[in-house]
């Protein structure tokens, strides 16, 4: 599914009650969301949704566009203040420098044979 979530979650007003739909269970457990919420929310025929199950039975339906932003930053909390890419970049550059030694010292070894 493409990003689509324009009028997501995050666009609500404080102290504004969220707009609320009927939908009814169809065959095979199908929803029909009303036409005004696929439109705010410019979902597509295919698209895929995330429902979540909270515990108290309340049942959420959020695009992929509002499951990634809520799950930004999510492990954050991890890296203690180290930048992980940084160290990623550092890390490939040290795996880069051991390739190139190996590459020249295989030549030499290739030279010395050669020349013999």
Same mark, same amino acid.
């Given at each position: 599914m493409a990003n689509h979530a324009r009028g997501s979650e995050r666009g609500m007003k404080a102290g504004?009650?969220?707009?609320a739909y009927t939908v009814s269970v169809?065959?095979?457990? =199908?929803?029909?969301?009303?036409?005004?919420? =696929? =439109? =705010?929310?410019?979902i597509r025929?295919?698209?895929?949704?995330?429902?979540?199950?909270?515990?108290?039975?309340?049942?959420?339906?959020?695009?992929?566009a509002v499951v990634a932003r809520n799950l930004r930053?999510?492990?954050k909390h991890l890296a203690n203040g180290r930048s992980v890419v940084d160290e990623l970049i550092a890390q490939r550059r040290r795996e880069a420098k051991m390739e190139e030694r190996e590459i020249r010292e295989s030549l030499v070894r290739a030279r010395r044979s050669a020349a013999r």
């Amino acid at each position: 599914m493409a990003n689509h979530a324009r009028g997501s979650e995050r666009g609500m007003k404080a102290g504004v009650a969220p707009a609320a739909y009927t939908v009814s269970v169809a065959e095979r457990g =199908r929803l029909v969301l009303p036409a005004e919420v =696929r =439109r =705010r929310l410019n979902i597509r025929q295919g698209d895929q949704l995330a429902l979540l199950l909270q515990d108290d039975g309340t049942v959420k339906l959020q695009t992929r566009a509002v499951v990634a932003r809520n799950l930004r930053g999510m492990y954050k909390h991890l890296a203690n203040g180290r930048s992980v890419v940084d160290e990623l970049i550092a890390q490939r550059r040290r795996e880069a420098k051991m390739e190139e030694r190996e590459i020249r010292e295989s030549l030499v070894r290739a030279r010395r044979s050669a020349a013999r």
